[in-house]
């Protein structure tokens, strides 16, 4: 059930732009008016703030408050009030309350009522409030159909006001140039507008082009004025049961806004309507819970959680026009394969290597990199050599196939014979070496803690950083990037084994980001341990349970920024909440962040200072974004849905209350002269 809270935020943040608050309340109040002001207190202050200013929902002044008062009045004002205030509410305001909450409201504004305007006169007519109520249609059809196409050109190199791909561009960075927002003005940063998503899960990424903002949690499709977070349009698809996670994102190409859902369906739709161009089901194995990715002319889809034997995960390719499959590649190898052998198993007997993450795309010379997960058949793995377990390609493996026909061009393994559960399926950033800047690398942090850098043409190992919580690797090759396994780590069925990091990894899904300006990579990390064994009866491969890292002082949540030239870290900030957002950088020196605990926090991302936080009504679980709209830069985050460290971590930190509430997505901005 919706809490209060969350509609009120519905109902007026739906169509609210909010101008600078004043500073207190009004001093030269009407006895009448002051009157009200203890009810304001008592019924409004918790969502609305004290001096109107907002908190969890957006302040009751400015312009638009006005535009849109104005005409319907106290009456108008009133009535709408007493029907709807509280949503859901059993009982309703009383009416001489309602109409004098009204005019409290609206001589903070400064509407004064007209002349010989009754105190307790009628509502407005049914008829103005539909006239106006057709105007705001009819203004946000407007926005929707003239929405400009997303063109190839604008993906490869993105003008930088809008968001429009997962992660900020084609090459996964996390990054936006836009300063607006900076170290000298976020402490004013303020909430301009939040809205309620419905039920659905976690780990929500939303995109935004040319003033509209799209976002999908469970099965609603939904586009929003970015300005004022207004529906434009919703479509709405039936669902399966919630589940833990969800699809992370969306996709624009041309005129058309792509989506993935929980049971295998990609969808392509009006950018401007929310009409279904087409639906193609890929099959019911296995999950698509990456967000798509779509470049000339085709959209790249992956699927995951191929936990059963002999179910093969794939990366599938469809024609954006159309929707139909151009290619399918499966990132567990049949015999045909060469791969294969990697495997000492039977066909059968092979799993996983889940495509969890969107891919990246690199346009001078029509590549899709992108990596996989882990297998779950342990048992089988280690079959032949309990302490040297087979190699299991294309698992933990980062892939470059050719985009036209999804042949291999290169792969490189991070690990072989990952037996943890400690996977590499994150984001590959397509960046140029900071090390050398005449190479192009694709750039990628595993559940190690372990970045690894390739070159994006050959996949030729150049270089790792090791964050140094892991335990499970001895040795790194220089010249290969081979990883040696501690054979004393790889778990049994006799007996617990202990390693660092826990399954959950160092990182997981909340994306890491990297600067290209300053050359730093920043990570939202946990700092754990597990303790685990191999079960063969379960459908996973072992069990295993968290505990803390000795020495780590109790304390789970890092952020920390690493300094990619020099292979050092530049700060790095322990904290006890664990980490749940992804990281957002911004050209104003910023890093956005979230934590389990509900703050959401900009951090200086030279030092790691906060220089602004707060806290929301539940955890921040998304992937933060950053635009900019009528010369006005805001930042963007959902919370809510629940997380993957309420299922796992929640007993280190009990004193955090795990998410409860649906998403909700949040707005952010600096108001500006």
Known sequence: MQSPRVWIIAWLGGALALAPAAAA??????SDESSFTAVYAAKCRVCHGGNLQGSGAPALLGEAFVKKWRALGADGLAEFIRKSMPPG??????????????????????????????????????????????????RLAAIGRNLKPVTDAMLRQPAGDDWLVWRGNTNATGYSQLAQINGSNVSQMRLVWSKSLGPGANGVGPLEHDGVIFIHAGGLVSALDALTGDTIWTMQRAAPPRRLTQPRGLALYQKALYASTVDNHVLALDAGTGAVLWDTFLGEKGVATAAPLVANGRVFQGVANCARSGLRCYMAALDAKTGAELWRFYTVPDNHDPAAGSWGVPTGERNGAGVWTAPSYRYETDQVIFGTGNTYAVSAILRA????????????????????????????????????????????????DPKNSSRQIALTMGKLGIVDAVDQGTGKYLWSYDYGIQDLITRIDPQTGWKTLDVRKIPSSEALTKACPFAGGVRNWPSTAYDPVRKLLFVPALDSCMELKVDPSNPVGGVWNVVPRPGAGNLYGRVTAIDLATGKKAWDISQRSPLASATLATGGGLLFVGSRDRWFRALDSGTGRTLW??????????????????????????????TYLDTFVSHLTPEIEASKGDPTLWVFEVPQP
């Open 25 to 30: 309340l009004r001093s030269d109040q009407t």
């Open 89 to 138: 509410a059993a009982v309703q305001m009383e009416a001489a309350e309602a109409q004098g909450l009204a005019r409290f409201l609206l001589a903070q504004n400064d509407i004064k009522a007209p002349e010989g305007e009754e105190k307790a006169s009628v509502a407005a007519t049914p008829q103005a409030i539909d006239e106006i109520s057709a105007a705001e249609r009819n």
């Open 385 to 432: 050599n309990p302490k040297k377990p087979a190699a299991a390609l294309y698992s933990n493996t980062t892939l470059s196939l050719d985009a036209k026909t999804g042949k291999i061009k290169w792969h490189f393994q991070h690990v072989a014979g990952d037996v943890w559960d400690e996977d590499w399926a994150f984001e590959r950033m397509l960046v140029t």
């Open 613 to 642: 936080q707060t806290r929301l009504s539940d955890t921040p679980t998304g992937f933060p974004i950053t635009y900019a709209v009528s010369g006005r830069q805001f930042v963007a985050i959902v919370t809510g849905g629940g």
